[in-house]
């Protein structure tokens, strides 16, 4: 079956650090790996993915690395900052047949001023 | 900014009861989703939407439920007798396209059944 899964529930991080949130995932035909920032009483928000085809994406403060041998996901959030503290969710998403959104548990990220 | 808008942000109901979420997508959105988390939970896909018909549904998504897009703007899930464990924040999302990774969410409805 499918599993997504999240190393640590809450990871505390100095304002100004760079913060690493890792998940594991199971399906090997997964072909987007996808992270989502979900603020408290807010809905899942898009962060950042990367398709299946590559091993490192950068966006805005932020970097997905993939490494498929090991199925392991991790997102990079470079100079924390307090609008940063959130739950943040991995998600594999396979194309084809069946093309749900599989999240995982999620991990809460505490910045400290 | 354009957004996903879920009504009502809460609702209370007894068990058995008939409820309707509401859902506005972003207005250039073909793509209508509906998902759930039961709280400490994860996010579940209940279903996808697409061109006024049920693209994709999870086995979560049984003979309970039903989604319909009563007119241009609006976006429901209809729970028809409401279980104790339905009880969860059901989000709603849209996408302008297929591709899933780039739905936009609502803020989500919290069902409490009682």
């Known amino acids: 079956g499918e599993s997504v899964g999240l190393h640590l529930p809450t990871l505390s991080v100095q304002e100004g650090d760079n913060s690493i949130i890792n998940c594991a995932y199971s399906?090997?035909?997964?072909?987007?790996f996808i992270w989502y920032k979900q603020e408290s009483g807010k809905g899942p928000q898009f962060i950042i993915d990367?398709?299946?085809?590559?091993d490192k994406r950068q966006g805005q403060r932020v970097t997905v690395l993939l490494n498929k041998t090991v199925k392991h996901l991790s997102l990079q959030i470079a100079a924390t900052q307090p609008g940063d503290s959130a739950v943040y969710f991995c998600?594999?998403?396979?194309?084809?047949?069946?093309?749900?959104?599989?999240f995982g548990i999620g991990t809460k990220l505490q910045v400290i001023p | 900014e354009p957004e996903v808008t879920q009504t009502p942000s809460h609702q209370v109901t007894q068990m058995g009861q008939e409820v309707i979420l509401r859902c506005v997508p972003i207005?250039?959105?073909?793509?209508f989703y509906w998902y759930r988390q039961i709280l400490g939970q994860k996010v579940e896909f209940l279903v996808s939407f697409y061109n006024n018909e049920i693209s994709e549904k999870s086995e979560i998504f049984d003979d309970q439920f039903s989604v319909e897009r009563p007119d241009g703007s609006n976006f429901t899930l209809k729970i028809r007798s409401t279980k104790l464990e339905d009880s969860a924040m059901y989000f709603c999302a849209s996408s302008e396209g297929a591709r899933r990774t780039e739905a936009f969410f609502g803020q989500g409805t919290r069902l409490t059944v009682v």
């Open positions: 990367i398709r299946s085809n590559m």
């Open positions: 399906n090997s035909a997964s072909d987007y």
């Open positions: 998600a594999v998403y396979a194309l084809g047949g069946y093309q749900k959104v599989t």
């Open positions: 207005s250039n959105h073909l793509y």
